[in-house]
Nanobody
Framework: QVQLVESGGGLVQAGGSLRLSCTASGRIFSSSAMGWFRQVPGKEREFVAAVNWSGRTTYYADSVKGRFTISRDGAKNTVYLQMDSLKPEDTAVYYC?????????????????WGQGTQVTVSS
């Protein structure tokens, strides 16, 4: 099992930027696919972005494509989510997740471990 700790959330004005970090420990990070999801109270969890184990392949939800960038640093066991041009509708709790097997990158049920979440609030 891997422990995931997110950081970097906060309050930002619309149009601003934030960078979320998720640091992993407890298992071989380099062989894990990683994803970011978000959830608003009362709504289902939503896929945001994912990156494969090598970092060479990335996936994005249509709602964030062109504004968000996912990346990973194997030396630091960390995955990042750079969020630019933020909108009020991006407000949510953001979670990172790890997947240790082949699966659907956008399906949260395919992921094995989750972080505790970090709040992102975008004011208009």
């Amino acid at each position: 099992q891997v422990q995931l700790v997110e950081s970097g959330g906060g309050l930002v004005q619309a149009g601003g930027s934030l960078r979320l970090s998720c640091t992993a420990s407890g298992r071989i990070f380099s062989s894990s696919a990683m994803g970011w999801f978000r959830q608003v109270p009362g709504k289902e969890r939503e896929f945001v972005a994912a990156v494969n184990w090598s970092g060479r392949t990335t996936y994005y939800a249509d709602s964030v494509k062109g504004r968000f960038t996912i990346s990973r640093d194997g030396a630091k066991n960390t995955v990042y989510l750079q969020m630019d041009s933020l909108k009020p509708e991006d407000t949510a709790v953001y979670y990172c997740a790890a997947r240790y097997h082949q699966g659907t990158h956008s399906d949260g049920a395919e992921y094995d471990d989750w972080g505790q979440g970090t709040q992102v609030t975008v004011s208009s």
